[in-house]
């Protein structure tokens, strides 16, 4: 059973423009999500998080978005970069489970 | 560089054999983490320890084991194994904290033949 699921396995986009990386999740105890940038033969490294008591948490470039009805978050990324290019995986974590639950993952291309 | 060390960075070795799997968590950090990533699956979480305790626990295999030791360091133990088995094994670390960011290291590729 897929608690976080990314139904999209890549994702090519150009330079400059907006990437948009989607995740859906099942269970309703989650309450904290998180993305995570993985690039080939490193592990990955974490990129930003949400609370359930937010809909909306900026970084930089970096903006994630939680839809709580909908059962579903985004990253979004402006204007992507050609080092954006890697594999981004969800999670997303209920309390006092102190696990993550991750997603399959999207492959993210940006194009010069 | 995460500051999290897993050796060896490959493993070769063949069905119904044991292997172990050695992690050392970033300096200060007490909880330790052990994923699995298949082919075309995302990062299955297997076990959590937080110093010396399991506190945690995934999908883990009852052929599958961990532990980690007074020095902080994790293990992580595989036997019988499957061909099936053959994956990327990460491990992390994190203070410990229930929303804790997780320090992930750069992975043993197993590949069971």
């Known amino acids: 059973d897929q608690q976080v699921k990314q139904n999209s396995p890549s994702l090519s986009v150009q330079e400059g423009r907006i990437s948009i990386l989607n995740c859906d999740y099942t269970?309703?105890?989650?309450?904290?999500f998180l993305w995570y940038k993985k690039y080939p033969a490193e592990g990955p490294t974490f990129l930003i998080s949400?609370?359930?008591?937010?809909d909306k948490n900026e970084d930089g470039r970096f903006t994630v978005f939680l839809n709580k009805s909908a059962k579903h978050l985004s990253l979004h990324i402006v204007p992507s970069q050609p080092g954006d290019s890697a594999v981004y995986f969800c999670a997303a974590s209920a309390p006092g489970t102190y696990k993550y639950i991750f997603g399959t993952g999207t492959r993210l291309k940006v194009l010069a | 560089d995460s500051g999290v060390t897993q050796t060896p960075k490959h493993l070769i070795t063949a069905t119904g054999q044991r292997v172990t799997l050695r992690c050392s968590p970033r300096?200060?950090?007490?909880?330790v983490y052990w994923y699995q990533q298949s082919l075309d699956q995302g990062l299955q979480f297997l076990i959590q320890?937080?110093?010396?305790?399991?506190?945690a626990k995934g999908n883990i295999l009852e052929r599958f084991s961990a532990q980690q030791f007074p020095d902080l360091h994790s293990e992580l133990n595989l036997s019988s194994l499957e061909l099936g088995d053959s994956a990327l094994y990460f491990c992390?670390?994190?203070?410990?904290?229930?929303?804790?960011?997780?320090?992930f290291g750069p992975g043993t590729r197993l590949t069971v033949t």
């Open positions: 269970n309703s105890m989650f309450d904290y």
């Open positions: 320890y937080y110093n010396g305790e399991e506190r």
């Open positions: 300096s200060g950090d007490l909880s």
């Open positions: 992390a670390s994190s203070t410990g904290g229930d929303r804790a960011e997780q320090y």
């Open positions: 949400i609370s359930s008591i937010k």
